[in-house]
Every structure is written in C-alpha cells, then in structure tokens.
C-alpha cells in the first residue's frame, strides 16, 4: 500500500500509513531539534540535563482498576534554548497576544537557563522530549462483553517535544504530541503483565478485545503559570529573586491550560500552593501529559515542600470516552457506548516534594470527580515522580 496517495484514500488506510510514517517523523523531528538548538556552541546533549521517570497508578490508593487506572512516563530535558526555539515557542505558546495587555512586555527567550544565575532578571527556556503510555479501563475488567454503560477499555502511546520558558514571575510551556489511541499503544500487553507480576488477586483484564480502534492523534497542549511577587515569601532580604540561596518558604501560583487535540479538546484554571524549605521557584510538579522535567545543576541545597492544588475544568471533547472516527459505524463503541462526558470536571491533589543538587521525588494523591454520565463516579489515583539531573560535558 502506498502512504503518497490522495488524501481521502490514505485516511481509510492511515492506521497503516502512521505505523509506517510515524517513526521516521518523530526521527526528523528530534534530529531538527538536535542541528538547531545549539547552547554555547554545543549540541543539546552537552548542556546541563534531567531524566524524570513518572508513574500513576488507581490501586496506590484503593481505587483499583478504573477510569484513568495506570500511566508511565520517561522525560528527558536540556537547559538548552536558541533563538529559533524561541519564536517557536513565542508562535505556539501563543505569548504574542499577551503583549498588547497593559504592562505586559513577553519577549521571545533567545538563551538557555543558566545553572547558577538568578531567574529574576533573565528571559531564558529549556528544550525537553518525552514518551508516555496511559490507560483506561471499566469498573469491572473481568467481564469478557462488552459493557456500553461504563467507559472503554482504552491506551494512547505518545512522543512529545516540549518548550519551556522561564521569566522572573511568568512560567510557560508547550507540548506537542504525536502517538495513536488503540491496540497498537499495548495498553493490554503492559497491564496483563501488571497483573501477572505485582497484582494476581485482581484478576486477568479480560475485555481488551473491545477497546478503541487504533487512530493516530496529535495534540498541542499550552500550560501557562502566573505568580506576582506578592505571592511568594523568601528568607532572604533580598527576596525572590530566582536564585538558589533565596530560601523560598511559600508561594501561590495561578495556572491556565489549554488542550488543543484529536483526542481532546479542554480547558482549566486553577492553582497551586507550596509551602516549605529551599525550593526551586519554577513549578516542576504537573502530571502526565502535560509536565516537564525541571533540571536542577549543582548548587541548590536541600529542600523540600508540601503544596495542594486544584484546577476546574471545561471538557468539550474526550475520545477516551466518546471514540475517536474510528470508532464510527455500526459495530464501533461512537454508536454503541450508553454513556456521555462530563463538560464540567473539577481535579484537585496534595502531596510533597524533597530534593538536593542530584535527585528529587515527588509524590501525591489525585481526586477528580465525575467524567461521564450516568455512572461515572469520582476517581483517585497516585502520582510518583523521581528526577535525576547531570551536569552536561560543556559545564565540566
């Protein structure tokens, strides 16, 4: 089959021409970004970096197996930036329209985050790539038929580039995503193998058969973090001003995100409290999918913090409840399923963090209310995150 032909024949056949194409464009994508994104004369991979592995699991918390059950994610991020990355980000990030507000002045970053400079007076950013698996599944997952009055069983695996800037009380990112809903995210495979190593008494997962069809999807997902001075409490007579020897005791952040996408189409508004001992300034805590590693080079001392947050929700669209196309048509779940999403959902969490110049962990609990009707109910689950940061060869 041939992935050059007519639009409207290649997107009968696009689950094939996406497992053909996709691999080869998250290559040219990462391999653009590696050429263009020079930090002081050297390559991505030589700048000050992070790894963060993410994971999220219902049963951490007694709510086992349903709805949102189960999520992994592998981050890598670079304190690296250019110019380029930064009309890009100023373009995607949609930070030109903020410019005609009274007083506010969002210049594109044109340089990487230094590692030992403040954050007050600097405009500078972060280059980050990760992939995710998250899952979906029903209340019941030994019921082999399938069951229209509850959710699908459903996996999305996804590759994402983000771009991160950081101003003196302006926190932005963007994320684009590119992966595919349905069998070929091996949802089945990965909490089949759950269940056999960690969770025998729960039983085999047993209705795979009927989750989604397999559909590519992209999404662009813009998350935009505010916090004026008054907001923020440092020990130092200096105030806060960014730097690692500012003592940072509290701070409130209000928060907007933006979910632009094949499989959704949301909006939310929110915020965060932390209150603690020595933490960084930027908000480094967001969740699957939306978050990116926050590196950290040597010189910040231990620290740690506590933080609650909450965010309201418009959901417009959701194919982890809905279907995507390719679940149209008389034997899809789009005419089949008894169940309808929830527009209005509320998320709030509470959890801690520690860390020091090398690692940090972050862990909390996550309530979200009803996200379908008629039986959707409320929903917990729990959210583990540990970063590993590395001085690049051009800091040695």
């Not at 082999?144 to 590759?159: H, K, S, V």
């Not at 990112?173 to 949802?187: C, K, N, R, V």
């Not at 500012?246 to 632009?260: K, S």
């Not at 995507?324 to 034997?331: E, H, I, K, N, V």
């Amino acid at each position: 089959m041939s992935c050059t032909r007519p639009w409207r024949l290649w997107l009968a056949d696009s689950d094939v021409c996406i497992r053909r194409l996709l691999p080869h464009l998250l290559a040219l994508v990462a391999l653009g970004a590696i050429v263009s994104t020079r930090a002081q004369a050297q390559y991505i991979f030589n700048a000050n970096r992070s790894f963060t592995l993410y994971a999220e699991n219902d049963a951490i918390f007694g709510s086992s197996d349903s709805s949102y059950t189960n999520g992994v994610r592998l981050a890598w991020e670079f304190l690296a930036f250019s110019e380029r990355l930064g009309r890009l980000h100023r373009a995607l990030s949609l930070e030109w329209a903020l410019d005609g507000l009274p007083g506010v002045k969002l210049e594109a970053p044109t340089k990487p985050c230094a590692p030992r400079e403040g954050q007050a007076g600097r405009n500078c950013g972060a280059l980050a790539f990760g992939i995710a698996q998250t899952m979906y599944t029903p209340s019941n997952i030994i019921d082999e038929d399938l069951r229209p009055g509850d959710r699908p069983y459903a996996g999305m695996l996804f590759a994402s580039g983000i771009l991160s800037t950081l101003r003196p009380h302006w926190q932005s990112t963007t994320e684009l995503q590119l992966g595919f809903i349905g069998p070929w995210s091996s949802a089945q495979s990965t909490q089949s193998l759950a269940h056999w190593t960690w969770s025998s008494p729960s039983g085999k997962p047993r209705g795979w058969d009927h989750q989604l069809r397999n559909a590519p999807q992209v999404a662009l997902v813009n998350t935009y973090m505010f916090r004026p001075a008054f907001l923020e409490v440092c020990k130092t007579k200096f105030g806060c001003n960014g730097s690692y020897a500012e003592q940072r005791i509290l701070d409130i952040t209000p928060r907007v995100e933006t979910v632009l996408g094949t499989y959704m189409l949301r909006a939310s508004g929110g915020g965060i409290v932390r209150l603690g001992y020595g933490f960084p300034d930027a908000v480094g805590i967001s969740r699957i999918p939306t978050t990116a590693a926050r590196s950290s080079p040597d010189g910040l001392f231990p620290w740690f913090d506590v933080f609650a947050s909450y965010d309201g929700r418009y959901v417009g669209r959701n194919a982890f409840i809905s279907g995507t196309y390719a679940d149209d048509g008389a034997r899809g779940w789009s005419s089949q399923r008894e169940i309808a999403a929830t527009h209005g959902v509320s998320e709030w969490a509470f959890g801690g963090s520690v860390g020091f110049a090398r690692a940090s962990l972050t862990a909390q609990v996550v309530n979200r209310t009803r996200e379908y009707t008629p039986n959707g109910g409320r929903h917990r689950f729990g959210s583990v995150s540990f970063t590993l940061f590395t001085r690049g060869s051009a800091s040695r």
